[in-house]
């Protein structure tokens, strides 16, 4: 196999993966139902594949302009910031999407986008986004649980601290072993617990805001 089928190969690696995740794919880029199996198993022709990937290009940039107008009817730029945590997508790709400089979004970014704004507004998402709230929530919820754990662990630890502090009127270890000549102020741990819990808070407040219903009502 020359090093240009191998390119090839790669590629079509990354379409399909695409293509797996969001069956419609297939259908839109022109894949015959009764050939979908021999495209999966095996790599098409490199004209094939170039084909292909310039149709979910195509694609992308045209989901991307749609979400883009999305945002811009309900968010400013400065706001980018705030509902980039609802999304769980990085303020920086947010900006990017919202100013034009990010032509092509993943379509990961596009489906969490369409979701938020099929929460906020009258936004329709695409027939093949299979990302649904259930999904979205879980993976998030998962996150938000580990941050808590985290703090937990942690706080536990300083409990310990707390105590060797009170009894040796020292401060305690920053590390233990081989750097345990290294000794810090408890209040700057905490003050870090502080913040991550303040921004695990808000990230469930937005969570509860935006995609979970307020009715107190069974």
């Not at 094939?48 to 290009?57: D, G, H, M, P, S």
């Not at 302009?65 to 999304?87: D, F, N, S």
């Not at 305690?172 to 290294?182: A, W």
Request: aromatic letters at 10%; charged letters at 30%; hydrophobic letters at 35%.
């Amino acid at each position: 196999m020359d090093e240009y089928r191998k390119q090839i190969t790669t590629k079509w690696g990354e379409l399909k993966a695409q293509i797996k995740s969001r069956p419609f794919l297939a259908y839109l880029v022109g894949i015959p139902i009764e050939k979908y199996r021999d495209y999966i198993i095996a790599t098409p022709s490199n004209e094939e594949v170039l084909r292909i990937e310039k149709l979910i290009n195509q694609d992308r940039i045209e989901k991307t302009l749609r979400i883009r107008e999305g945002l811009q009817k309900i968010t400013g730029y400065r706001e980018t910031v705030k509902v980039a945590k609802k999304l769980g997508i990085s303020d920086t790709t947010l900006r990017q999407i919202m100013t034009g400089k990010r032509e092509a979004s993943s379509y990961q970014s596009i489906d969490r986008i369409e979701l938020f704004l099929q929460a906020v507004s009258d936004f329709e998402p695409s027939l093949e986004n299979s990302l649904s709230v259930f999904d979205f929530l879980t993976d998030e919820i998962s996150d938000i649980n580990k941050s808590f754990h985290d703090i937990a662990e942690g706080l536990k630890n300083f409990q310990m601290d707390l105590n060797y502090m009170a009894k040796n009127k020292k401060l305690p270890f920053l590390y233990k072993g081989s750097f345990d000549s290294i000794r810090y102020n408890p209040t700057d741990r905490l003050i870090r617990y502080s913040v991550h819990l303040n921004e695990t808070i808000e990230k469930l407040s937005d969570l509860i805001d935006t995609y979970i219903e307020k009715s107190t009502e069974n």
